[in-house]
Nanobody
Framework: EVRLVESGGGLVQAGGSLRLSCAASGFPLDDYAIGWFRQVPGKEREGVACISGNDGSKYYADSVKGRFTISTDNANNAVYLQMGKLKPEDTAVYYC?????????????????WGQGTQVTVSS
């Protein structure tokens, strides 16, 4: 059974940093595409960062390029999202997602497996 558990969210001031973690179990992480998404009430869930399952290429939404970094620790089956220079508009619930077959790893429709999410709040 695929299981994803996010942690590391919290309240941070604008300009600060947070590292989100996603503990994965039930599947080999290096065979799957991995994505971090975020959602605010009333808006669609949007892709933030992802790693392609084909070649390990990393992709980022324009809004977070240069500030966020996605990484994995395959030995521990964990996925991370290092977030820096945070802005109030980064406030959202953040989700990790995985899937063995993904076309466009920033597209939420590509993923069947999701964590429960972790809240990130950035104060101005």
């Amino acid at each position: 059974e695929v299981r994803l558990v996010e942690s590391g969210g919290g309240l941070v001031q604008a300009g600060g940093s947070l590292r989100l973690s996603c503990a994965a179990s039930g599947f080999p992480l290096d065979d799957y595409a991995i994505g971090w998404f975020r959602q605010v009430p009333g808006k669609e869930r949007e892709g933030v960062a992802c790693i392609s399952g084909n070649d390990g290429s990393k992709y980022y939404a324009d809004s977070v390029k240069g500030r966020f970094t996605i990484s994995t620790d395959n030995a521990n089956n964990a996925v991370y999202l290092q977030m820096g220079k945070l802005k109030p508009e980064d406030t959202a619930v953040y989700y990790c997602a995985v899937d063995p077959f993904v076309v466009g790893c920033l597209r939420r429709e590509s993923y069947d497996y999701w964590g429960q999410g972790t809240q990130v709040t950035v104060s101005s």
